[in-house]
Every structure is written in C-alpha cells, then in structure tokens.
C-alpha cells in the first residue's frame, strides 16, 4: 500500500528555519515524482514544485522560487520542504504528494496527511 | 503561465441532482494534462479524474470528465451525501496550476 506520512505539526517565530517531511513507502521511492502543496487557512490548493527523487531534479513554482527549497533523501525515502526565514504568510497547511502513476504528465494520486505550519510572534 | 478558472464558486444542489462544473483555460492545454480533485474539510485531496477524462482507481462511476482545447467539465450524474465538497482542476505539464476551486453544497 502506497503511503506518505508527514512529519506533525509546527510553530514557529517570524525569521526562523523550518524543514518538514515526507516519508514514503510501499513503492520504489525513487521512481515517482513528489510534490508540495500549500493551502492557506480557508483557501484554495498552490502548486508549489516537484521532485523526482532519483536525481533530485527540482522544477519549483514561479510564486515559490527562491522561497522554499524540496530536497530529498532517497537513503530513508523522504522528501523535505524548508524555509530559511519564515515569514507570518507561510502560515499554512502543506502537503506532499506522489504521482499517480510514472511519467511526468501523472497528476498526484497519493497525498501525505498534510503538515500544519503555523508562524506566529 | 495558464491561467485556470473554475465556475461556478458553489454549487448548491440538492442530494440526488447533477452536479455540473466547469474549468476554463487560459490557453488551449493538452487533455492529457488536466485532472480533478475532489476536497473534503479536514481531509487531503483526492485525485477523482485524470487526463480529462480517466476516472482514478476506485472512484464512482458517477464521476465524469470531459471536454478539449481550453474548456473542461466535470460532472457528477447524481450527488450522493458524501459527495458535497470543494472540487478542484489542475494542470500537471510544464504548467501545474490548480484552480481556485468549486464548493459543492447541500441546497
């Protein structure tokens, strides 16, 4: 059974670093693309970038570039999403994603349970 | 970059009517690249229709997709209960934006 489970919820202050997590399992991690989405408090979905986990090509979002950065570790099939200085607007939830099936025109058919980022002084 | 727009914002319906939503393009896309994504409160989304028309695993057959170029429906024949929440399309090529979202609301 395809699975991804999020790391648990986080506060933080304006102007501090944050990584969250992604772990997959119950497929080949490093053969599937994972993306980020954002969703604002009562707003709508925001692509945010993909990976592929097996070169660790990153294609990020125009409104996310430079903003965030998607890395993984394919040694412990994880996918991570960090900021370097949190901003009150960050405040959100995330999700991490899998393709549906691996080529690149697969949307995302397995979702994570979502990682609640609050920033907050 | 393309633009998405959905419409209506919600769609108040009683159990058991169709259910009508449409996603209006920007640009023409490739039917390959558009998916449906339907949004409970609480909960991640899931992925209902893919490449326009393609129901995903285990999603009812009453969910359909349709539609080309730069217009997209997704219809739902008869609305069960469960079925009232945000529906969501996105493009998934070189572009992967989503829509702003239709909520699908109990009349």
């Known amino acids: 059974e395809v699975q991804l489970v999020q790391s648990g919820a986080e506060v933080r202050k304006p102007g501090e670093s944050l990584k969250i997590s992604c772990k997959g399992s119950?497929?080949?991690?490093?053969?599937?693309?994972i993306g980020w989405v954002r969703q604002m408090p009562g707003k709508g979905l925001e692509w945010m970038g993909i990976?592929?986990?097996?070169?660790?090509?990153?294609r990020y979002s125009p409104s996310f570039q430079g903003q965030v950065t998607i890395s993984v570790d394919k040694s412990i099939n994880t996918a991570y999403l960090q900021w370097s200085g949190l901003k009150a607007s960050d405040t959100a939830m995330y999700y991490c994603?899998?393709?549906?099936?691996?080529?690149?025109?697969?949307?995302?058919?397995?979702w994570g349970q979502g990682t609640l980022v609050t920033v907050s002084s | 970059e393309i633009v998405l727009t959905q419409s209506p914002g919600t769609l108040s319906l009683s159990p058991g009517k169709r259910a009508t939503l449409s996603c209006r393009a920007s640009?023409?896309?490739?039917?390959?690249?558009l998916a449906w994504y339907q949004q409970k409160p609480g909960q991640a989304p899931r992925l209902l229709i893919y490449?326009?028309?393609s129901r995903a695993t285990g999603i009812p057959d009453r969910f359909s997709g349709s539609g080309s170029g730069t217009d997209f429906t997704l219809t739902i024949s008869r609305l069960e209960p469960e079925d009232f929440a945000v529906y969501y399309c996105q493009l998934f090529g070189s572009s992967r934006t989503f829509g702003q979202g239709t909520k699908v609301e109990i009349k």
């Open positions: 990976i592929w986990p097996g070169d660790s090509e990153t």
């Open positions: 119950g497929y080949t991690f490093t053969t599937y693309y």
């Open positions: 994603a899998r393709q549906y099936c691996n080529s690149i025109s697969c949307p995302m058919g397995y």
């Open positions: 490449g326009a028309s």
């Open positions: 640009h023409i896309v490739s039917n390959t690249y």
